[in-house]
């Protein structure tokens, strides 16, 4: 990641406010969460106190230390041991077993990923969670002032980041990948503005 966990904890992570309220409102109280991509953890921060097992994974070393030591200090003040992050391979989720969480998040991550890791990403999502949660982009993107900030932000990431941003845009966002993987979409809401789109949906039958 070109990004560093500090600049992104600072500069990104206050940006996502409304995106992760919206998320929590979306996952019933006690369930077991996996964060996939879970960045400098802060979903992980705000889940934590509804969450009766809350996992984050990234595959960025740099981010999994960062959010490493955020759940380390969460565990020793809520006296807990129900918080973990690991190292992983979001397309490689072998660790975990068939339907382990009620849910698997990914917030702003499916916009970073070229098209076919997307796909493995799904796939090991649908296999590990009863249902998934995907907070992206809302495409097409509104044309309003914080729907060109957002779009400069991508564009400052790095030609990669943004590539794999313009490719989620022309292929349809979320909608899109709804379509592919027929999903049942249990609601679907907005923030920001419109910037943001979150969905909740039905995993439905592995494989």
């Not at 072998?94 to 970073?112: I, K, P």
């Not at 899109?176 to 910037?195: E, I, P």
Request: hydrophobic share 40%; proline share 2%; glycine share 8%.
């Amino acid at each position: 990641m070109n990004v560093s966990a500090l600049f992104y904890r600072i500069i990104i992570d206050p940006l996502l406010t409304s995106l992760r309220r919206e998320i929590s409102r979306q996952i019933p109280r006690n369930s077991r969460v996996i964060d996939i991509g879970c960045g400098t953890g802060s979903l992980l921060v705000s889940l934590a106190g509804g969450c009766g097992c809350l996992v984050g994974v990234d595959c960025d070393e740099e981010m999994v230390s960062f959010a490493g030591k955020r759940i380390n200090r969460l565990n020793t003040r809520l006296n807990s041991r129900h918080l973990h992050v690991f190292q992983e391979d979001a397309a490689d989720l072998s660790r975990f077993n068939d339907r382990e969480f009620d849910a698997a998040v990914l917030s702003m991550a499916v916009h970073q990923f070229d098209g076919r890791l997307v796909d493995s990403i799904l796939t090991e999502a649908k296999r590990i969670a009863e249902e998934i949660i995907i907070a992206d982009y809302t495409i097409p993107k509104p044309d309003t002032f914080y729907g060109r900030i957002s779009y400069g932000v991508e564009k400052m990431a790095g030609k990669e980041h943004f590539r794999s941003y313009l490719h989620y845009s022309a292929e349809g966002g979320i909608p899109a990948l709804v379509d592919r993987y027929s999903f049942s979409v249990v609601s679907s809401r907005s923030t920001a503005g419109g910037v943001f789109s979150v969905y909740r949906l039905k995993s439905g039958t592995i494989g």
